[in-house]
């Protein structure tokens, strides 16, 4: 199955293809006239507005208000910080690391400020970062749909003190920026009330858009303009994966409906459930971290669901490649390649001369890793094992953008097959309420 920006092929997940490791024909029929169900749900879930989500892409009316915020912190800033967890974080590092962020190869430029994205909450983290900048020119922006979620609160109230006690006070107006949704049904917005105490600026969190589902709002192009990217290319990208839904394609003919069906029928066939997403390329760790919790937390509920596995040619091939040979034949495999022969730097022939490394002599890193990643899906398949791959030829805004919304509608259209709400996260409430009860008994 090909779009404009990748190009996803399914075929050798197929026992037809790879032997008894694959799913049968008729299984996946099945489950793709299931994915047809799916889509008209989704079409009429775009034509009526119930969920806000689909029609993100289109929109163009709510970037210049992102943009005059995002470049309002960005005025005289030497640090800026962007505190969320979970969705209001990981769309924004998936989209930041294009530009090489959360790489090895990061490098700031001189006239652009030190960009932080702090979603983990760790105390002896937060004391380093707040101690390695110039609070008098750092800035900050807090996400948090509901404005209650408690590790991005301690974070803000922190670095409030800090600059409290810095003599930065009757300044703090200028430090922060916060993204929230609006108090709703008679309940206030705890991070709203104490941004509007405060004279910050506000962005609109869609009410409507969840979390892990808010990449393409302003949850991540805020966060992406600020980087420099160009946040309508994404929402370009984005669009070209709804267009063939929304145009009536078939379940066969649109990529993540494919995807969603391969999915349950691998699980149903095979009685597994666990799914591996191997990207070679840095530059897409953090989107695979970004699925692994839109999958997981969407999905697994009921008793039900397939477990994500991340993995990063070729570093994992050293550490996880013997286990999918050799161990227990219970995954999918989902290998993402790029177009990386000849790029990067060369060796030069009279480097190579003489030390047993003739065979390297003239190729570029994107040469090996091309050939390592083709070795590696091939020898996946080649052992009976399925594999589908996503190949990108070149990883731009528009090509992250339709990989976000591919997995996003693979989610949503796997959802509503296996009868389950997609939307909600009822078992990690449970998990936050306790942590709160601790907190205030003095066991925190």
Not at 54 to 67: H, Q, S, T
Not at 366 to 378: H, I, M, N, S, Y
Request: glycine share 10%; hydrophobic share 45%.
């Amino acid at each position: 199955m090909t779009s404009p920006h990748y190009q996803q092929s399914i075929d050798t997940c197929f026992e037809t293809a790879i032997g008894t490791g694959g799913i049968s024909a008729s299984t996946f029929d099945v489950r793709l006239a299931g994915a047809d169900k799916a889509l008209a749900w989704l079409r009429d879930a775009y034509e009526t507005g119930s969920l806000p989500v689909l029609r993100v892409p289109e929109r163009r009316d709510d970037i210049p208000a992102l943009k005059e915020v995002a470049d309002g912190l960005l005025k005289d800033t030497s640090d800026l910080f962007l505190f969320g967890i979970g969705g209001s974080s990981l769309g924004a590092q998936a989209l930041a690391q294009l530009t090489g962020w959360g790489t090895p190869a990061h490098a700031v430029l001189e006239e652009r400020p030190r960009i932080h994205l702090v979603d983990n909450l760790d105390a002896v983290t937060m004391d380093a970062l707040l101690a390695n900048c110039d609070l008098r020119t750092t800035r900050f922006l807090v996400v948090s749909k509901s404005g209650g979620t408690v590790e991005p609160a301690m974070q803000m109230l922190v670095a409030m003190s800090a600059i409290e006690k810095a003599g930065g006070g009757k300044y703090m107006k200028h430090h922060f920026a916060v993204l929230t949704e609006p108090a709703k049904d008679g309940k206030p917005n705890a991070l709203r009330a104490l941004a509007e105490a405060h004279g910050f600026p506000a962005l609109e969190h869609d009410p409507g858009v969840g979390g892990r589902f808010a990449v393409l709002t302003n949850v991540g192009l805020a966060p992406a303009h600020l980087f420099g990217l160009d946040v309508e290319a994404i929402r370009e990208g984005a669009f070209s994966v709804m267009k063939p839904i929304l145009d009536g394609a078939a379940a066969g003919d649109v990529a993540p409906a494919q995807g969603a069906a391969l999915s349950l029928a691998f699980s149903e066939e095979k009685h597994a459930n666990m799914s591996v997403f191997l990207a070679y390329a840095d530059r897409l760790e953090r989107f695979l971290a970004w699925h692994v919790q839109l999958w997981a937390e969407s999905l697994g509920k009921e008793g039900k669901g397939t477990t994500p596995i991340r993995a990063l040619g070729p570093v994992d091939q050293h550490s996880q490649l013997q286990l999918w040979l050799g161990g227990p034949k219970d995954k999918l495999f989902n290998v993402f390649t790029t177009d990386t022969k000849g790029t990067g730097p060369a060796i030069a022939p009279e480097i190579a001369k003489g030390t047993g490394f003739e065979a390297l002599s003239g190729h570029t890193v994107g040469d090996l890793v091309d050939a390592e990643q083709r070795a590696t899906f091939d020898t996946l398949a080649n052992n009976g094992l399925p594999v589908r791959g996503f190949h990108v030829p070149v990883l731009n805004e528009k090509a992250i953008g339709a990989l976000l919304m591919h997995f996003m509608l693979e989610t949503m259209i796997a959802g509503h097959m296996m009868g389950i709400n997609t939307f909600d996260q009822p078992a990690v409430e449970e998990g936050k309420i306790l942590a709160r009860n601790y907190l205030a008994e003095g066991k925190g």
